[in-house]
């Protein structure tokens, strides 16, 4: 049963197949028990989806069937079930895309990001947020803090893996972080490491605007790798020390090497981005010699409420991301700004129920 005037009927856009996405009307999902409507209030546009909407396929994720994209989402509640006893209608909340099993070996020790069965929007076969309304269990809604606007809310969701990767490398309070790819992950990573304390923050891309942006959020060193080498601008930062903790965001086989070489003596490599092939050449003597601690990142676990209240507290102004807005009926749109325009464009957003005045 549909209450508080919510529609019989919404507007999805769909990915049929690469490069081609259409609006559609569907109906608005029915919603069990422990669920929430969330009426769609943001969107932002991530690499996994400009990577569907091109190749129609992330890795071992293939788009069989027509799909609707995003994950990094926020919105208003419109509709509670009958044992919802958290939200109410007209919440602000930000939505947790993942939703484990939560009865696997993984789920039970709290590593639920490793869950088998997770369904994660946006990753075939379940739809994502480039829709009005979504149904989400409760157990992955989270309250927008009042100072966080629904925008800013969605960085929540490349946030969190920025968190991961700071609790999984386990950073520490002055300490130096190099953080190699500037996307929308190693930029919330920078906030990410600040956040954890670390206190020189050293970024690389090949991107003005990018490093720029590092700048912006907190980062104390920009790399560009256009007109610097990496190796040599780390060493005379650091004084020839080396860095505690390598990032790489960028899935960049040259930068994954290049992060590893960049450790000190006991220092950790965090893995976030995914190379397009699989097996890459490392210094394997030096991670031996140096005890070089190498960790992988996949999404994140319980960083969702704790992402939120760190962005709500940051001095970083959030704001200074969204380059670009689209209405739903632009999301190929939205997908194109986002695929091509790497020099222009930081964070895309599309908005589901139109854009803000």
Known sequence: MMTNNTPEMM?????????DMEMKEVKVPQIGATDVLVKVMAVGVCG?????????????????KPLILGHECSGIVADVGSDVTNFKVGDRVA??????????????????NLCPDVEFLATPPIDGAFSQYISHPEGFLFHIPDTLSYEEATLNEPFSVGVQACKRANVQPGSTVVIMGMGPVGLMAVVAAKAF????????????????EALKLGATHAINIKEEDVATRINEITKGKGVNYAFETAGNPIALQNALA????????????????????????FIANHEINIVGIFRYANTYDMGLEMLASTSADLNTMFTDAYDLSEAKDAMEQARTNKS???????????KPE
């Not at 507007?11 to 490069?19: G, H, V």
């Not at 996994?48 to 069989?64: A, L, Q, W």
């Not at 006991?266 to 890459?280: D, F, S």
């Not at 222009?344 to 139109?354: C, E, F, H, T």
Request: proline share 6%.
């Open 344 to 354: 222009g464009s930081l964070k895309v957003m599309v908005y589901p129920n139109g």
């Open 197 to 212: 304390g670390a206190t020189k923050i050293i970024v690389s891309d090949l991107e003005k605007i990018r490093l720029d």
């Open 95 to 112: 939505i947790e895309p993942g939703v484990p099993c939560g009865e696997c070996e993984y789920c039970k020790s709290g590593k639920y």
């Open 11 to 19: 507007n999805i856009s769909l990915l049929n197949k690469p490069f």
């Open 48 to 64: 996994s989806d400009v990577h569907y909407y091109e190749h129609g396929r992330v890795g071992e994720f293939v788009v069989e």
């Open 262 to 285: 960049a450790l000190n003596n006991g220092g950790t490599l965090a893995i976030v981005g995914l190379p397009q092939q699989e097996n890459i050449e490392l210094n394997i003597p």
